[in-house]
């Protein structure tokens, strides 16, 4: 059974996401700002709108990543790389679009601009102490296993 997903329209033209295929994990979602087009300059970030808001349930949360033709033919990516729409959160759905070329880009309301991933989470919580118990590993740091 799907994990059913509330979703509101915030201003006309927006899109409801999208799946591009029947196994596809991801959900496009599509620029609707009200202004048509947005351009954003090289190496800036925008802030894009969907035009949408919705209600993740309990225990859940949107991960919000790349469109990989947008990034790889466009340089336009997250800016924080992988955004988190919590499920507490009511407002729009915004993605901080990120030009990371030399040039000018220019962004078209419906156009796809990053895809929505709804993903299960823990609820943790944390102790602090004044040891760990000890791993092989330890403290090693980054790159600290090496290559085989």
């Given at each position: 059974?799907?994990?059913?997903i509330?979703?509101?329209k915030?201003?006309?033209?927006?899109?409801?996401?999208?799946?591009?295929s029947?196994?596809?994990?991801?959900?496009?979602?599509?620029?609707?700002?009200?202004?048509?087009?947005?351009?954003?300059?090289?190496?800036?970030?925008a802030?894009?709108?969907?035009?949408?808001a919705?209600?993740v349930?309990?225990?859940?949360?949107?991960?919000?990543?790349?469109?990989?033709?947008?990034?790889a033919?466009?340089?336009?990516?997250?800016?924080?790389?992988?955004?988190?729409?919590?499920?507490?959160?009511?407002?729009?759905?915004?993605?901080a679009?990120?030009?990371?070329t030399?040039?000018?880009?220019?962004?078209?309301?419906?156009?796809?601009?990053?895809?929505?991933?709804i993903?299960?989470?823990?609820a943790v919580s944390?102790?602090?102490t004044?040891?760990?118990?000890?791993?092989?590993r330890?403290?090693?740091?980054?790159?600290?296993?090496?290559?085989?």
């Open positions: 059974m799907p994990v059913q509330s979703v509101r915030l201003r006309e033209g927006a899109k409801m996401p999208m799946s591009g029947a196994q596809a994990a991801g959900y496009d979602l599509y620029a609707c700002t009200g202004n048509g087009i947005t351009v954003i300059a090289p190496h800036t970030t802030m894009i709108g969907t035009g949408l919705a209600a349930p309990e225990g859940y949360f949107g991960a919000l990543f790349a469109r990989s033709g947008l990034a033919k466009q340089g336009l990516r997250p800016a924080n790389c992988v955004g988190v729409l919590d499920s507490d959160y009511r407002g729009e759905i915004i993605i679009l990120h030009n990371d030399d040039e000018e880009r220019s962004v078209e309301d419906g156009e796809r601009i990053a895809q929505l991933v993903l299960p989470y823990l944390f102790t602090q004044q040891e760990l118990d000890q791993t092989q330890g403290a090693g740091g980054f790159g600290h296993t090496g290559m085989h």
